[in-house]
């Protein structure tokens, strides 16, 4: 009795000791607001045009000196004979580039902030099944690491939760705004799955069990509900959980897989066909051993971690730098996205810049982080490319955003010019300040 109480008075203490620690850095956030904080871009209110840049429409061709028109947030008209309507604001972006925003397909954006601090990190829930988790829901749209991201032509997150057998749902989050609903480009783009090690023998052969046991609850729920609503049966109670898991059985949601191994991605592709839902495997870095399969099925991957290390000792250096190359060459549909870590997303170009240095055509490189990953999660529609119609969601940079080089310029969301005052620009701009005044003092 004394031990349960000794823990629970503990984890009080720690997290009241936590929270009085952020309450002190609150106080002192007004002496270093700059260097903090950013103001969402306000929405779009005037036709936007940006002429005399090239643009990448990455689904078609690149247009020299190009011209791109955008009213309420929605590309209306490109090319290079665009008639721009009475009131436009004109921009010219000579010599620049422009191209979709990019989009990053495993992330903890919004939902991580500080590792030290438990109360700033949100992206596990209690219990092994959370179908009805909604990550958008638990955003934070004041995170600085978004305007980091932001800053280097990260525009759309795929928000991910993570823990568990079942961690719910991720959404794909726009990179600006003020509140999570207004952030939200699709929310349920797709149910994510953490696949067993096979390496436990026993353990991955009760974890698989409790996961088919839980798609067949669920599926009774559905046929139970069914039955109620069309008078067949008896009044049925809502259940949050299982209702969640309608839209994975009616194929509007796919289930990510989280697996890295031979065996797990084989063993999810089987699993997947006998439950019938749409597989996307995230991880994969095994999955240049299953081509065919993977393509037989028509199953894409999401590709973590390029700029990694060999996990096997008798792997060769570039293993996971090849990878894409490989799959692409195989003719996999894939994507690539980095590490999930919120703090480090704004690397996710040079995780692509990566792949394209080991065989993966540079065009092909940078469909990786718009056209291929708008398609893998149902977006489309809206982002990935510069079409009529779709979002403006877009980069104005000096150069291929996965060079290491290139400066991005400019940034902007459903039409919304976005702050580029980020927190590492501005430490930047403040020491480079100390240097000069240095400078000219000696």
């Keep these: 009795m004394n031990k349960v109480f000794n823990n629970k008075f503990y984890e009080i203490m720690k997290n009241s000791i936590s929270a009085f620690l952020i309450a002190g850095l609150l106080l002192f956030l007004p002496f270093n607001a700059e260097a903090q904080m950013q103001t969402p871009a306000p929405e779009q209110s005037e036709p936007i045009a940006l002429t005399g840049g090239t643009i990448h429409t990455i689904s078609g061709d690149v247009i020299e000196n190009g011209t791109i028109l955008f009213e309420d947030g929605i590309i209306t008209a490109i090319g290079t004979d665009v008639t721009l309507p009475d009131g436009t604001n004109e921009k010219d972006v000579t010599g620049m580039h422009i191209y979709p ?70 959404a794909a989050m726009a990179m600006d705004g003020w509140a999570w609903d207004q952030m939200t480009v699709k929310a349920g783009v797709g149910m994510i799955v953490n696949w067993p090690n096979p390496n436990n023998a026993e353990n991955y052969t009760e974890q698989l069990q409790k996961l088919r046991d839980t798609f067949a609850d669920a599926r009774a729920y559905k ?107 195989a003719g996999v549909e894939f994507a690539i996205a980095g590490s999930s870590s919120a703090p480090y997303a704004n690397r996710l170009p040079l995780e692509a810049g990566a792949a394209a240095a080991f065989g993966l055509p540079e065009d092909v490189a940078v469909k990786t982080l718009t056209l291929y990953p708008a398609r893998i999660f149902g977006l489309s529609d809206r982002i990935g490319a510069l079409e009529t119609g779709m979002d403006a969601t877009l980069i104005i940079a000096n150069g291929n955003p996965i060079e290491y080089a290139t400066q991005i310029k400019q940034v902007y969301i459903q039409g919304r010019e976005s702050d580029m005052k980020d927190m590492h620009r501005q430490f930047y701009e403040k020491y480079r300040e100390k240097v000069d005044q240095w400078s000219s003092e000696n």
Excluded: C
């Design 223 to 329: 046929n139970a509900r069914s039955a109620m609503e069309s008078g067949n049966a008896p009044h049925h109670d809502f259940d949050s959980r299982w209702n969640a898991m309608l839209p994975v059985f009616s194929g509007d949601i796919p289930v990510v897989v989280n697996a890295h191994e031979v065996r797990q991605i084989q063993d999810a592709i089987t699993w997947a066909e006998e439950e019938d839902v749409k597989l996307i495997i995230l991880g994969g870095r095994d999955s240049h051993l299953v081509t065919e399969h993977l393509k037989e099925k028509n199953i894409p991957v999401v590709i973590t971690e390029v700029l990694a290390s060999p996990n096997r000792a008798w792997e060769a250096y570039d293993a996971r730098y090849a990878l894409p190359s490989k799959l692409y060459d």
């Design 101 to 170: 925003g990019l989009i990053d397909g495993w992330s903890q954006m919004g939902i991580y902030e500080i590792g030290a601090v438990n109360m700033t990190t949100d992206i596990n829930e209690q219990g092994p099944v959370n179908p009805n988790a909604m990550v958008e829901r638990a955003f934070n749209p004041e995170s600085r690491w978004i305007g980091v991201a932001r800053s280097a032509g990260v525009l759309t997150s795929i928000t991910t939760p993570g823990g568990g057998l079942i961690s719910g749902q991720s």
